[in-house]
């Protein structure tokens, strides 16, 4: 199993970026995917979940930003808009095995067996 996190880089704050994760070696109607990300010097940090039928937002990010999956690509996006700095960070994507997770558990990075190489998004003027 793979996943292929890319599309970060610079984008200037209120700018807009898309993330893509593609998934090689699973079903796509047997994951869920995660997108984590990490700032220097904290720790890392659940920021949107796709499962089957549900999808979850960090509190930070609601309203800018949109998760979505097109599985005949094995591939989930995240959509960045409205940047903001303290979006500054590493974005990793994580995959779990099996059916939707609840709320409650979607951030515990203990529940995804598989994980992408991460890649940087940095929001700069």
């Known amino acids: 199993v793979q996943l292929q996190a890319s599309g970060g880089g610079l984008v200037q704050p209120g700018g807009s970026l898309r993330l893509s994760c593609v998934i090689s070696?699973?079903?796509?109607?047997?994951?869920?995917i995660t997108w984590f990300r990490q700032a220097p010097g904290k720790e890392r940090e659940g920021v949107s979940y796709i499962g089957h039928r549900r999808t979850f937002y960090a509190e930070s990010v609601k309203g800018r930003f949109a998760i979505s999956r097109d599985n005949a690509k094995n591939t989930v996006y995240l959509q960045m808009n409205s940047v903001k700095p303290d979006d500054t960070a590493v974005y990793f994507c994580a995959a779990r095995r099996g059916f939707d997770m609840i709320s409650s558990s979607w951030r515990q990075q203990e529940q995804y067996e598989y994980w992408g190489q991460g890649t940087q998004v940095t929001v700069s003027s």
């Open positions: 070696g699973l079903t796509s109607d047997y994951y869920t």
